[in-house]
């Protein structure tokens, strides 16, 4: 059969369904039937899984005309996705396609909800499409005789590759392909992405910068206009309106009838405590939705996630309160509302949540914005204009990211050995590694084998062993196993999986949440009162508690920044704020709710406008608080802040508490702060900024998290596994401390080196800082000495998760901190 | 920088390393200093900077020179784990050691008590002396008073302006001391002193009493 006659074939299937397939799936049919690569632009819910496991079984009808009686065995193609909540419903469509065009095609699935008795299943005989994720996929790399595995695989489709792109994730995926480009003769890769503000740079990172699979590749755009519509939710009295609690249930109430009018309500919150909440409190107030409104979070246990996504499909359930965990990929045709409670802190994941609503053609997404506090109208506000303007932001790729470097060598190393003249070139051939040079390169192969640069006495490291024909490779089992436990770039705290005592695997729970807690104590999880009975090994043992005070678990981490395209307009909405503030009345229905708001404000204090930065000064019983105003996002006031911090204290001995939004910072000592003296220094210029960054960094927590993580993936801390019982005794470090062994005992070290690029380059974003630096150099400083917090200034000084600069000596901070305490 | 304090009228000086000299014996006494922990990490495929293992030995020179004591006690957990190269280095560094030393074996203590006799070490599962208890674990026997180890305290300080200050600690509560841990590499467990107990936080200088 040639092309025109497959093409029909897939559109006389089409016909049979009553569709029609879109311009941009026959335009990948095309592209890839002619052998390119490329990268589709699609939204969820547009069809995005035909448009390309459509092609991949047209093309093994065209190689196999006797397609209906013979199966011709062995992996085909592979479906990487970054969510294992997806993968049913790739499956599910996949396999309908296959079949109803009568070939024998199977659809298997692989992720670390895979039992080990299907992976054995599988490796013997591989389904011809694979659905997995980037984890898995290195997995398969790390099990012997894996080329044989890849031989004959003639695609490998990247869904959600926009999720993936700014992660190390993606990094994998970027050598996971520069492997298979090698062993996989005949490989067309694709991938998916949602609108991104750099899609032809997601295009490069995915295919190799100037490689041959870039040069024979497309871009090809869905351009499906949907229309959303976003109202916020205001509270009738402004008065009352709290100023933290964080968590938006004040407004309880008015989700209610929203729930009620709507066919199926996803309700999207910020963290999975929140979310915990949100369902808790629903229940308890509204128990006539028992039954019918449910929950869905990364740690919830796998049975009941499918569950709830089941039952969101066949319209049994009234409304889910979820985490970005609901965010991507899975179709769910019944759900006509979403609610957003919080800032979604970017423009592009608050267009992909609305867009999980309203998926029939022609129905328009709803989404309602929930503030959890008064300023986040604001936000609301500026979200509206985004949403009309389609303003979206880059995905930065990671570059260089040596320890996932370290970890691919070791996979490869574990399976069949490598030759580095082989693999070099295929490093060097990613997006990621295209700037490595023959000296770090060296000194990667350096750390892998002797964990160090050169040989030292009393030395008895092990890890990769170069065999006599130069073969790199992993010969002790024990540090294969442990490999294999640890491949994957997202890292957690140490997780421990919730049991009941009688049975009953409920889920994974951080152990630091856990350590916190006594037998006897009751907390509350996957929407479930808990006792806790004891700690078994990795296992939380639980019985269910009838106690009505019970603690919630705070997950780390998931902590959002907003965008630079967000900053920029949310400044744009605080001048037209300041503007509807004088003139008495606001132009948008969030301006005009807030008018109580900014009158308070401006009583005490100021709304900046456009050529005005605000500071402001009070104390209270905590101590000295000063208040900065850049609007310019949590990750540029992150940066501001320590570099502030960190130039104030060279005036004098000082320690400081920093604490930071998307809003502004603060700046709190138990010591008065010299304003004008921060003012008559000019310590916000970009003067010396990477040197004074510098300092600062080695003064605050910022590398140290950093390198938190770079240690697991590298492989120099083992975290052991919830339900998998492996003794890690005596092999559990601290990272803060291996952190400063590294300071202490081998600075120069790559991955400890890593640790500030990647500070520089995806925390404070320095590009960034020092545009916010040069426009706070134009505006005119206002400083206003208050009497009392603010309105704009609460939500932040009461923000608990805080950065320490001091440049006291430790023994006078100690006695200065006695003296303070016995007054 | 030492801190001079008296237990159930015996002398002692709290070092700012965390070790604590007492007087009338002449006896150092050192808990939990997880020898060959970096040894162990490295013989296991974790790459922690193999030159941070001097500072451990550099550490116990500096202390015993200073106090050039007649006996050394370590208080269990000497070596973090099995047999490994680390213990050669050990050896050498006994050699120069003219003063008696014994182990009170901790947890951690899985290495032959043979391999310890053979370099002069005296194992013990505790010692009494006048009328204190030296064991590793914390323990509470009556009319005896505890020094012990094992626990890892320490201390975070909280100040105004949210300010924190974490550190490693001597912890004495009732009738009982426990030392800080002397390993440069471990952790540490954070206490909550009760009314009358004390804690004596050590910096790279100083010992300073704070509760």
């Known amino acids: 059969m040639n092309r025109p006659q497959l093409i029909k074939l897939a559109e006389s299937w089409f016909e049979k369904q009553d569709w029609k397939p879109f311009a941009f799936q026959k335009q990948t049919w095309k592209a890839y039937l002619q052998g390119k690569n490329g990268l589709l632009n699609a939204p969820t819910g547009s069809g995005k899984t035909y448009a390309l496991w459509i092609p991949v079984v047209l093309e093994y009808i065209k190689n196999n005309p006797d397609y209906k009686t013979k199966h011709r065995q062995g992996l085909k193609a592979i479906w990487i996705t970054p969510l294992r909540a997806l993968s049913v419903e790739i499956e599910q469509a996949a396999g309908r396609f296959a079949e109803e065009m009568g070939t024998q095609l199977t659809v298997g699935i692989r992720t670390g909800d895979t039992s080990q008795k299907d992976r054995a299943a599988q490796k013997k005989k591989m389904p011809d499409l694979l659905i997995t994720t980037p984890e898995s996929l290195h997995l398969l790399l790390s099990s012997k005789d894996y080329d044989k595995t890849f031989e004959n695989l003639n695609a490998i489709i990247v869904d959600e590759w926009h999720e993936l792109l700014g992660t190390k994730r993606g990094v994998q995926v970027e050598l996971g392909l520069s492997r298979l480009k090698t062993i996989s003769k005949n490989l067309k890769i694709w991938g998916i992405s949602a609108t991104i503000g750099n899609l032809q740079e997601a295009r490069e990172v995915l295919l190799g910068p100037g490689s041959g699979s870039y040069q024979n590749s497309e871009l090809i755009r869905a351009n499906l206009n949907k229309k959303i519509i976003v109202r916020s939710i205001i509270p009738e009295k402004m008065e009352k309106f709290p100023w933290r609690g964080h968590l938006g249930l004040h407004l309880i109430d008015e989700v209610v009838p929203i729930i009620r009018n709507s066919k199926t309500t996803l309700i999207f919150t910020n963290t999975r405590s929140q979310c915990e909440l949100w369902f808790q409190k629903l229940m308890h107030k509204y128990p006539e939705f028992a039954g019918e409104v449910a929950m869905h979070h990364g740690s919830i246990n796998k049975e009941t996630r499918l569950w709830v996504e089941q039952a969101i499909r066949n319209e049994s359930l009234k409304a889910v309160v979820c985490t970005s965990s609901l965010d991507l990929g899975v179709d769910f045709a019944p759900v006509e509302t979403i609610i957003q409670i919080g800032g979604p802190k970017g423009v592009a994941r608050f267009i992909q949540r609305a867009g999980r609503s309203g998926h029939q053609p022609g129905k328009e997404s709803v989404i ?124 957690s705290d140490a997780m421990l999986s919730v049991k009941y005592i009688s049975g009953g695997y409920i889920g994974t729970i951080e152990e630091w949440f856990i350590s916190k807690l006594s037998p006897g104590d009751a907390f509350t999880f996957a929407g479930k009162n808990l006792e806790l009975a004891r700690i078994k090994g990795m296992q939380v043992l639980v019985r269910a508690s009838k106690k009505k005070n019970s603690k919630v678990p705070s997950w780390m981490g998931g902590r959002m920044g907003f965008s630079a395209q967000m900053s920029e307009l949310l400044r744009a909405e605080m001048y037209e704020a300041r503007e509807s503030a004088n003139s008495g009345g606001g132009k948008s229905r969030e301006l005009f709710a807030l008018q109580p708001i900014f009158e308070r404000q401006q009583r005490e204090s100021i709304i900046p406008g456009k050529d005005e930065f605000l500071i402001e000064t009070f104390k209270t019983r905590e101590g000295y608080h000063a208040i900065f105003y850049p609007f310019e996002g949590r990750f540029v006031h992150e940066a501001l802040s320590s570099l502030l911090a960190y130039r104030i204290s060279l005036l004098s001995p000082i320690s400081f508490t920093l604490a930071f939004n998307d809003y502004g910072f603060e700046l709190l000592s138990n010591q008065k702060i010299d304003m004008q003296q921060v003012l008559d220094n000019d310590l916000f210029s970009p003067k010396f900024l990477m040197d004074d960054l510098n300092n600062s960094l080695n003064a605050t927590e910022m590398a140290r998290r950093k390198f938190r993580d770079i240690a697991v993936i590298a492989g120099m801390v083992f975290t052991g596994f919830p339900n998998k019982l492996i003794k890690s005794k005596h092999l559990q470090a ?74 006291e000596k430790l023994e006078d901070r100690i006695r200065r901190m006695l003296i303070q305490w016995e007054k | 920088m030492i801190e001079n304090i008296q237990l159930v009228g015996q002398n002692f000086s709290l070092h700012p390393s965390g070790a604590m000299l007492w007087e009338e ?80 074996v901790g947890n951690h203590d899985i290495i032959s008590a043979l391999k310890y006799e053979a370099v002069g070490i005296k194992i013990v599962s505790e010692l009494i002396l006048e009328n204190l208890l030296l064991t590793h674990h914390p323990e509470i026997r009556e009319n005896y008073f505890n020094l012990c180890g094992h626990l890892h305290p320490g201390f975070k300080l909280n100040g105004a302006g949210k300010q924190q200050v974490k550190l490693r600690c ?23 002193p009760n009314v009358g107990d004390q804690v004596f936080v050590i910096t790279k200088k100083e010992v300073i009493l704070v509760y």
């Open chain 1, 368 to 491: 309602y914005f929930l503030p959890t506090h008064a300023i986040e109208l604001i936000e609301a506000s500026a979200l509206q204009k985004a949403v009309k303007k389609t303003v979206v932001e880059d995905r930065i790729p990671y570059l260089l990211s040596f320890d996932v470097l370290v970890q691919y060598l070791t996979s490869l190393a574990v399976s069949n050995g490598f030759f580095p003249k082989d693999i070099y070139p295929e490093i060097k051939s990613t997006f990621c590694f295209q700037g490595i040079t023959d000296e770090q390169w060296k000194w990667i192969l350096n750390f892998i084998t002797k964990g160090s640069q050169s040989l030292q006495a009393y030395d008895e490291y092990k890890k990769v062993e170069i065999e006599e024909n130069g073969l790199f490779k992993v010969n002790d089992r024990g540090v294969a196993m442990r490999h294999r436990l640890q491949i994957g770039t997202i890292v």
């Open chain 1, 734 to 807: 601290n990272s803060q401390l291996l952190f400063s062994v590294f300071r202490d005992y081998e600075p120069e070290n790559l991955l400890f080196l890593q640790a500030f690029r990647e500070t520089f380059e995806h925390q404070l974003e320095e590009g960034r800082l020092r545009l916010a630096l040069e426009r706070i150099s134009n505006q005119n400083i206002i400083w206003k000495a208050c009497e009392k917090p603010t309105p704009f200034s609460f939500p932040i000084i009461t923000d608990r998760l805080r950065e320490k600069l001091s440049s």
């Open chain 2, 25 to 104: 014996k002449q006896m150092l006494l050192i808990s939990d200093v997880h020898l060959g922990k970096i040894s162990h990490f490295r013989k296991y495929g974790s790459a922690v900077p193999q030159n941070a293992i001097a500072e451990n030995f550099e550490c116990l020179t500096r202390v015993v020179d200073h106090f050039q004591p007649e006996k050394i006690c370590f208080l269990g957990d000497l070596f973090h784990s099995s047999l490994n190269l680390e213990w050669d280095l050990f050896e050498n560094w006994m050699q120069d050691i003219s003063a008696e030393v014994m182990l009170v």
């Open chain 2, 170 to 192: 001597f912890y004495k509560s009732g009738e009982q001391m426990i030392l800080p841990a002397f390993g440069e590499f471990t952790g540490n467990y954070w206490i909550s």
